[in-house]
Every structure is written in structure tokens, then in C-alpha cells.
């Protein structure tokens, strides 16, 4: 179905994604809080690792296959859907007094969360032909990099009126107001969903909300307590009589909507997506479980390396005598193919930005992580800037030559960062460094996405756009382990060459040492997204799709 007011619904399933991005930042300030809201004291923070690594493990695992479903059924319906299971998670965070739930809330929300970008960027594909794709790619690019400024503020700005809570409360009615205004401007529903999935899910949902919130007024009541008295000597309040009953009216009415969905499940090859999103799944856990600052892989890397690539290859296999695999053959050619090699880079050189240059300010400019914070602000500012400019100038110029000129910007800035050191951040000449790199990453963000476009068939503009996504999310997640991992070797090398190991500027001078060859390494990997850039076209095509 065509949307009578295609900017409209661009407009709000942009404000949708920027929302989902703002919730994988929001985190950062109410971490703490919410390690004390499920128990976990200030001293244990590697227990916390999964309520950021489990949101990332939903985002990128199930990507390919909610790519594949906005292939196959209606775009808006997607949405729809993507924007469900977002508030749904965000219901169960907000809920969660005990980890396992809290995790299992990120990880809900991750799902809904990561789908809304390819979805919208489908929509794009559908609504817009390529002639005029470039601004409204450049929008959604420009919304999600904003998504990171905005989160944190968002975040300060609840928690100086509420608690932690109150985030993902606001996140649910938000986004319920989303899925309203995504119907009122897509033309109406795509579809009448059935009732009765529809009306056990509420239940469920009404079940569920007394199990976790577990009003004092009835669980200290003698005659409507006793379904919230634990089964033996548990504490979890998903280990009740009402608790169970939630969990499996939650089953039975994933079950209705899965058998309702099944058709378009079998054609979307839940195999496959069951495969890749494995194998993408142990990727995440493996590098996004670790401590940056610290190792290169999680507590379980070693053991999940193995299986994601028995995975990959059991998926590889499967693609091969599939009749319609997950991702459809013949995709992966032309300019779609380059498309993810860039946006891998671009993973690569955002991540050593965001990450690193707080470090740094922490080791050179400030002890305050809030000040920190706000040095990675002259950065950040100017991606969705870079995003905007960059979608709107694919009117007259190549994919190729806007994203190459970004991402050799971005290469130039991270050549100087990795000459920074005591009192490089205290002068003016950072913060234009650090907008050029921001400029520059931006810049590539609406011609990697519109090369993809461009070369995938209509059919298949969701899987090429959640690929895309992917690839700079492997791109961020691998990427800053691996720079990581170049930096410990230098600091380790610079402390074994120090005649006094004891000696605090000595050993901060090796910290910065670690800082400048992730930059370094960031670099090149910019410089490798500038030469692939040139695959995508450096002069702009005329074409119709």
C-alpha cells in the first residue's frame, strides 16, 4: 500500500528510529541506577555488561530476518510490528526489579528497536525512486546519529524529575503514540489483525504487569496474595502462580502470532534467519561482552567464536540448496556489495570515536565523565549534519564521490587525533578536528544506503538495507575489539620500556600511547571505506525504480 503522505510517514518512522537509537544511549547515564534497581551493587559492573550488550544482541541478530519480512509483506505493517515489540520491551525494563528480567526487557526492545531502521529504510526505497532517494536516506541517516546526542539528554533530563524507570515508561508511550501516528499517515492499518491473538496478548499483558509490579495492596493481602507467594525458596516474582501464568499466556500468544505469521515466515526462511542471527548473535556476545578498556573478548568469547562460525557455515550451506533463502541469491552483487564493505569501515572508524575519545579526555583533559562526555559532543553534533548534507547532495553528485570525500575527511581527522596528547582537547583546533570527523562519517551514511538501494531489486530493498545496517554494527562491535586489541599491545610494549613502572605521567603517557594507535587504526579503516567508496559511482546515475 502507497502512503497518501509519504513525507508524513518518513517524518514518523524516522522520529520511531531516532527514538530506538536515543534508547541505546540513554543507558549510559542510568546505568548505575538500574544495577541498583535489580540488586547489583556499584562494585560488580561486569554483572551489568548484558543490559547493553543483551539490547545490542536483539538489534543486530534479528535484523536479516525483519529485512527479509519488509520484503514480503506490507512495509508499514513491519513498522507496525517493530514498534510493538519495542514498547513491549520497554514495559518489561521499566517493570524489572531482578536481572534476568531486565536483560530479557533490552533484549526485547533491541529486537523492536534495530528493525525500525531497515523497515524505514525500505519505505524510502518504496515511496521514492532513485533519482530522489538521496534526502530522505539522509534524513533517516541524519535522525539516527541525532538519536546519540539526544539520548543522553533525554536521559539527564527524566532522571532529574524520576527514576530510571520513567525512561522506559516514556519510551512505551511514545512509541505507542508513534504507532498511532504511523496508521493516521500510512492510509490506515495494512492489515485487521485477528482477535483473538489480539485479546491474549492483552491478557498476557495485564497477567504479566501484576506479576513484576506486584502491587503491595494485593501481595499483602491474606485472601488475593497467595498467587504472589514464590514456589519454594525463590525470590524471582516470574517464580509465582501468577508469574507462571504470565509466561505462559506470553508463549501461547507468541505462538497465535507466529501461526498467524507463518506463511510469510516460511517464505522469509526462519531457518536461515535462525542460523545467521546465531551466528550474528555469538559475534555480538563475544566482543560487545568485553571491556574495552580492558580485553579484547567477553567472559564466553572463546567458546562463542567456534560456534558462530559453525553457524555461518551451517547458514552458508543452507543458502546453497534453499529454495528461497533468507537472503535472496543474486543480492549480493554490483554496488550492493561494496555498500557493505563501506559501511563496515564507517562501523569501524564511528565506534573508535565514540568509544576513545572520552578516554582520552578522562586520561588528558578531565577526571569528570559528564565533561567527557560533552567533548564527544563536538563529534556527534556534526554526524547527523554530515548525514542531511550528504542525502541532499546525491541530487547532482556520484554515491561514490560524496561518500569517498566523507570518509577521506574522516581519515584526515583521525590522522591528527592520533597526535593528540596533554592539552590537545583544551584547544580550539579539537573541536574542529572533531567535527570534520563527524562531518565526514555523516557524509557517507544516505550514499552507502543509496547504492544498495539502488542495485538490490525493489523485492528485496529490506534485506539489502538490514545487511547494510548490519555491516556497520559488525563494523562498530568487531571493529573496536580489534583496535583495541592494537592499542593493549602498544601500552603493554610502552610499560615494559619504562625503566620506572611505577611512575604515574610515565604510565599515562602509555594510556595516551593505546588511545593513538586505536585512531590510527580507525583511520585506515577510513581510508579503506574512501578507496571502496569509488565502486559506488563517483558520478550520479539516472535511473527509475
Not at 133 to 160: D, F, I, N
Request: overall charge neutral.
Amino acid at each position: 500500500m502507497r502512503s497518501p503522505a509519504p513525507r508524513a510517514l518518513l517524518a514518523t518512522a524516522s522520529v520511531a528510529v531516532a527514538l530506538a537509537a536515543a534508547d541505546t544511549y540513554v543507558v549510559v547515564l542510568a546505568l548505575t541506577d538500574m544495577m541498583s534497581g535489580v540488586g547489583i551493587g556499584i562494585d560488580s559492573l561486569q554483572r551489568a555488561t548484558p543490559i547493553i550488550s543483551g539490547f545490542l544482541l536483539g538489534y543486530i541478530a534479528v535484523l536479516p530476518l525483519i529485512g527479509r519480512l519488509a520484503d514480503l509483506t506490507e512495509r508499514q505493517r513491519v513498522l507496525l510490528g517493530c514498534l510493538a515489540i519495542f514498547v513491549v520491551g520497554s514495559a518489561i525494563t521499566a517493570l524489572a526489579v531482578e536481572l534476568p528480567v531486565l536483560v530479557g526487557g533490552r533484549v526485547i526492545q533491541g529486537i523492536g528497536g534495530g528493525g525500525l531502521v531497515p523497515a524505514t529504510l525500505a519505505i524510502v526505497g518504496q515511496l521514492w525512486d532513485s533519482d530522489n532517494r538521496g534526502t530522505p536516506l539522509g534524513v533517516v541517516g541524519a535522525v539516527q546519529e541525532l538519536g546519540s546526542v539526544v539520548g543522553p539528554v533525554l536521559g539527564a533530563a527524566v532522571l532529574v524529575v524520576a527514576d530510571w524507570r520513567a525512561i522506559f515508561w516514556l519510551n512505551a508511550l511514545l512509541g505507542v503514540l508513534l504507532a498511532a501516528a504511523v496508521v493516521v499517515v500510512g492510509g490506515g492499518m495494512p492489515a485487521r489483525p485477528r482477535a483473538l491473538p489480539v485479546a491474549v496478548s492483552l491478557v498476557a499483558g495485564v497477567v504479566g504487569w501484576l506479576a513484576l509490579a506486584a502491587p503491595t495492596s494485593l501481595v499483602t493481602s491474606v485472601s488475593l496474595g497467595v498467587p504472589f507467594v514464590p514456589f519454594g525458596s525463590s525470590t524471582s516474582r516470574l517464580a509465582t502462580p501468577v508469574g507462571v501464568t504470565a509466561l505462559v499466556l506470553a508463549v501461547v500468544a507468541l505462538m497465535m502470532w507466529v501461526h498467524s505469521a507463518w506463511p510469510v515466515l516460511r517464505r522469509a526462511d526462519l531457518l536461515g534467519a535462525l542460523l545467521l542471527g546465531g551466528s550474528l548473535g555469538c559475534i555480538v556476545l563475544t566482543f560487545a561482552a568485553a571491556d574495552p578498556e580492558k580485553e579484547i573478548v567477553g567472559p564466553l568469547g572463546f567458546a562463542l567464536l567456534p560456534a558462530a562460525a559453525v553457524l555461518a557455515g551451517l547458514y552458508l550451506l543452507h543458502h546453497r540448496r534453499a529454495d528461497s533463502p533468507l537472503v535472496p541469491r543474486g543480492l549480493l552483487v554490483g554496488r550492493t556489495r561494496w555498500s557493505l564493505l563501506v559501511s563496515l569501515c564507517v562501523g569501524v572508524a564511528l565506534v573508535a570515536v565514540v568509544v576513545d575519545v572520552p578516554l582520552l579526555a578522562r586520561l588528558v583533559h578531565t577526571e569528570s565523565e559528564t565533561v567527557a562526555a560533552f567533548v564527544l559532543v563536538r563529534f556527534l553534533v556534526a554526524v547527523p549534519v554530515g548525514a542531511l548534507v550528504g542525502g541532499w547532495s546525491l541530487r547532482w553528485l556520484g554515491d561514490g564521490l560524496v561518500s569517498g570525500t566523507g570518509l577521506a575527511l574522516a581519515t584526515l581527522g583521525l590522522v591528527i587525533m592520533s597526535t593528540w596528547g596533554r592539552g590537545s582537547l583544551a584547544e580550539v583546533s579539537s573541536t574542529v578536528v572533531l567535527a570534520l570527523v563527524g562531518l565526514g562519517i555523516g557524509l557517507a551514511l544516505a550514499p552507502v544506503n543509496n547504492a544498495a538501494l539502488a542495485d538490490a531489486p525493489a523485492e528485496a530493498h529490506g534485506t539489502a538495507s538490514a545487511l547494510v545496517v548490519v555491516a556497520r554494527m559488525i563494523g562498530m562491535v568487531v571493529g573496536l575489539a580489534l583496535l583495541t586489541a592494537i592499542g593493549l599491545h602498544q601500552y603493554y610494549s610502552a610499560v615494559a620500556a619504562l625503566p620506572d613502572q611505577t611512575d604515574a605521567q610515565k604510565l599515562l603517557d602509555a594510556a595516551v600511547v593505546q588511545v593513538e594507535w586505536v585512531f590510527r587504526g580507525a583511520a585506515v579503516a577510513g581510508a579503506l571505506g574512501a578507496v571502496s567508496s569509488v565502486t559506488l559511482g563517483l558520478t550520479r546515475r539516472h535511473r527509475s525504480s
